[in-house]
């Protein structure tokens, strides 16, 4: 399953505010086409190339430009997207996929088989380090992929997956005719040619992005006229544009939703939602670092992190405990694997016994000479890395362990993490609604070639991961992952912290806004594309059509 990785990020609650007036009554039956509605987006996009991109924000943008093959319902199972049915072989290895005959790129230029398989071969072409979404098809078959007419492919597969369906809404189909010229990994960052409702009109490198939509779009027109991506990375700077009505939606966290989401004088115009979604936050531990490389110090560093403490204090009740790589309500999910529980004395005895002392009585483990230090990256600004990581700092500092923080840009954080140029971090994964975890950790995953970025390597964890990807009866691969949840539990390449609660703000002009149990509000279809907004209260219509 792909993995969107993202920077972690806490709203800070500010009384510097000015209440928006209140909303006029309007019938919510009956939507109307027009208006911009204004996102923030918590990092600049990295590439507008789909095939390229390495976070959850890139492809915020990307569902409005691109059709995926397939899209996901709001109970998140497979629907018609690019492609309107298909067909699959009784051995799962081949997928017959019948396009849409009415489907064009945004330059008028119809959609065709050919750019499907244009687009496959790019995906796995390993010098294009495709790392979101190659490992969705590192069993493709394109010797026996074939282009049947204008509108059809037969996509072939070594092996079938159980969740190899799924994996084709990763396929956002490229014209063949604009991707094939120039340098493919650096000439479409800024410009984007695809089959989705929306068109690019302007990006402003970390500042906004405006999409219009296309009057000739082939499928169900959505109602919005633009939709205005504004990068707002400052979590004080987004909540007051917010409460401004600057912004139409954005997330906020604990300390806001405690002390914000019961106001009258907010609630009148802003719409508090919170949920859970198929996210967790973790910290990655980099193996092959020498100091890192035995499980049992990461056992020990993990013991150091006083999860109560953090739900209650940081989170204030909004998150839950994670124990391994499944959310509590994925049906992979092992109940009976334990929590590691906070003993820092506990964490000393084992470093102790592997040899870390402090010889020289600096108040520092050494061995070998070497002192007990680690660097943790993360993200910059006011978000939970900050306070949580402050918080690991001092209690490894209680055990002779010294934790050095680096605060980032949450770009150069992401790419120095996935570089593998780092030995701990702070981050949070965006999950696949199906809990294939190959792409994470396997080791054939190891980048360039997938998101494995911990370099972990585990031969039973490898046939495991094999094992359960291709496994089609659903009680079998629930078995399967049980087993593989208590391994990696124990190998500790992550440590799992908690699964926070999304919460969101987002203001009431923005009408027929819905949520998946899974995905929250966006990405799946129809989501943002049902969004409509009444034309009496279209206050940022002005602000999007200047320069």
């Not at 800024?190 to 779009?217: C, Q, T, W």
Request: charged share 25%; hydrophobic share 35%; aromatic share 10%.
């Amino acid at each position: 399953m792909k993995r969107y990785l993202a920077a972690l990020f806490l709203v800070l609650a500010c009384s510097n505010e000015r209440p928006l007036p209140p909303t006029t009554s309007v019938d919510e039956s009956t939507p109307q086409e027009g208006g911009t509605v204004v996102r923030r987006l918590q990092s600049d996009v990295s590439t507008l190339n789909p095939i390229l991109s390495t976070s959850g924000y890139d492809r915020f943008v990307a569902f409005f430009l691109f059709t995926p093959m397939v899209h996901f319902d709001v109970n998140l199972q497979v629907i018609p997207g690019l492609a309107e049915k298909w067909d699959i072989a009784p051995d799962g290895k081949l997928y017959t996929f019948h396009l849409n005959p009415s489907a064009t790129f945004s330059d008028g230029s119809p959609v065709r088989a050919s750019d499907v398989l244009f687009t496959l071969k790019k995906i796995v072409d390993p010098q294009n380090e495709a790392p979101q979404i190659a490992g969705s098809f590192e069993q493709l078959d394109l010797r026996n992929t074939k282009v049947i007419d204008d509108h059809t492919i037969a996509v072939a597969f070594k092996q079938e997956l159980a969740a190899q369906l799924a994996h084709f809404n990763d396929l956002l189909v490229l014209p063949e005719h604009v991707y094939s010229k120039g340098d493919f990994k650096t000439d479409f960052a800024a410009r984007a040619v695809g089959s989705g409702p929306y068109r690019l009109v302007r990006r402003e490198p970390g500042k906004e992005i405006l999409l219009e939509r296309r009057p000739e779009y082939w499928g169900k027109r959505p109602y919005l006229q633009q939709v205005l991506f504004k990068v707002i990375i400052d979590d004080g700077t987004a909540w007051n544009a917010m409460k401004r009505g600057d912004i139409d939606e954005s997330m906020i966290a604990a300390d806001t939703w405690l002390m914000e989401s019961r106001r009258p004088e907010l609630t009148k115009t802003i719409d508090f939602r919170r949920f859970y979604t198929l996210t967790y936050n973790y910290v990655p531990w980099n193996t092959r670092d020498p100091m890192l490389s035995d499980k049992r110090v990461r056992h020990a560093l993990a013991m150091c992190i006083d999860l109560k403490s953090i739900i209650d204090n940081l989170y204030h009740g909004t998150a839950r405990a994670m124990n391994g790589p499944f959310t509590p309500d994925q049906w992979a999910y092992n109940p009976d694997v334990p929590v590691i529980e906070y003993n820092p004395q506990q964490a000393q005895r084992i470093l102790n016994s592997l040899g870390w002392l402090d010889t020289n009585h600096d108040g520092i483990l050494d061995k070998g000479g070497k002192p007990f230090k680690i660097e943790m990256l993360i993200s910059g600004g006011a978000n939970p890395s900050n306070p949580f990581s402050q918080l690991f700092q001092s209690e490894l500092r209680k055990i002779g362990v010294q934790l050095v923080i680096t605060p980032l840009d949450p770009s150069a954080f992401i790419q120095r993490a996935l570089a593998g140029n780092y030995q701990c971090a702070y981050l949070s994964w965006d999950l696949d609604p199906d809990p294939d975890p190959f792409p994470l950790f396997h080791s054939s995953q190891i980048p360039p070639h997938g998101q494995n970025f911990v370099f972990y390597s585990n031969p039973e964890a490898d046939r495991l991961m094999e094992e359960g990807r291709r496994e089609l009866d659903q009680s079998k691969r629930t078995t399967i992952y049980h087993q593989l949840h208590a391994l990696l539990a124990d190998d500790q390449p992550y440590t799992w912290t908690v699964q926070v609660s999304s919460k969101w703000a987002i203001n009431k002009r923005v009408h027929n806004v819905k949520e998946s149990r899974g995905w929250g509000l966006f990405k799946w279809y129809p989501g943002e594309l049902d969004w409509w907004i009444p034309s009496n209260q279209r206050t940022h219509d002005a602000a999007a059509r200047r320069r």
